[in-house]
């Protein structure tokens, strides 16, 4: 089992800063992949960015050049860091933790991120 606990969403204006933290615990070591999904209203949840274990990273087009994702692995921590904050950006952000052998995915309880004037 792993647990995932996310924390740092808010409001903030057009244009600014947000850093997203997911906290890891649990059988880490079966862990191949972390990532950042969102899910706005009325909308499915969709992919944001990815880390792998081997530290390659890959984004959704509408966040490339504006968010970071990166890990801490002695911390157990996943980040996501947020630039540029869009009104289209307002969602409820989860934190995911896939495992490949056998698979299944953790979920985090998700964090409010609202960008707005």
């Known amino acids: 089992q792993v647990q995932l606990v996310e924390s740092g969403g808010g409001l903030v204006q057009p244009g600014g800063s947000l850093r997203l933290s997911c906290a890891a615990s649990?059988?880490?070591?079966?862990?191949?992949?972390m990532g950042w999904y969102r899910q706005a209203p009325g909308k499915q949840r969709e992919s944001v960015a990815v880390i792998t274990s081997g530290g390659m990273t890959s984004y959704a087009d509408s966040v490339k050049g504006r968010f970071t994702i990166s890990r801490d692995n002695a911390k157990n921590m996943v980040y996501l860091q947020m630039n540029s904050l869009k009104p289209e950006d307002t969602a409820v952000y989860y934190c995911n933790a896939k495992r490949l052998q056998p698979f299944y995915d953790y979920w985090g309880q998700g964090t409010q991120v609202t960008v707005s004037s």
């Open positions: 649990g059988s880490i070591f079966s862990i191949n992949a």
